[in-house]
């Protein structure tokens, strides 16, 4: 079989990856407003099937990738390398979803991928190694910010989670007296619901938790924009002289 460049079809992957990712972080705090922690969990795990299937395409696509590439020079490198390991972050968060564990350890990883990220593409802005060196440091660089703010996202994400309340203040983090009277005291001033708890329902969220999610997400947002350009100039080349 005949060897195909498939650049064009890995900048559609990361169109439909960064969209995805975008769109789940902020229906997880428009669920998370309506219905708390289990809004939260709900919705993330509406992505985990999407990002799987996205995850082993990439990754799949990006090991062939690196060892079909036929052309010379290190262009197998320059794409395939991040791409691997791009495929490699979005398996890790569906797998975390999946198993209900800690999305910070995905975010960590996501988190020194993007920095890896930002280098590649420096070095071939630096070198000159496509027609367009500066639009692809443009992709490079959104996708590998965008991995790094996944990071301190995960870690909001990890607290909504857990179904409590944010500590606004000094007063709020720290715990009451452990005394018998400060216990009846504190269920004495608690709403009588039956069957309510503190952690039921919505829970408040702080405006700089909200804020890091959605940055995050806007981030999100400008990498897949930048993929969308990027596929306007490489689709029509490839349509019109195929390798």
Known sequence: MAFVDTLSLEMVTLLLAAATVAYAAVMGLVEHRRRGAEGLRSSLKGTAAPLAFLGAGVFGLGLWGEAAWPLPGAYNILFSDVYVVFGLVLLALAVSILLNARLQYAGIFSAVAGAITIDYGYQAYHLGLTKEPLEMFLLYGAFGLAAILAFPATLVADRMLLGKAWATSVADATPAPAGL??????????????????????????????????????????????????????VPAHLASPP
Do not use: C, H, K, W
């Not at 829970?203 to 940055?215: K, S």
């Open 181 to 234: 009277f400060s216990r009846l005291g504190r269920r004495a001033a608690q709403p009588v619901v039956p069957g309510a708890d503190e952690t039921s329902g919505p829970v408040g969220v702080p405006r700089y938790a909200t804020a890091i999610v959605l940055v995050f997400a806007l981030v999100m947002m400008g990498a897949a924009i930048a993929a969308m350009f990027f596929i306007g100039n490489t």
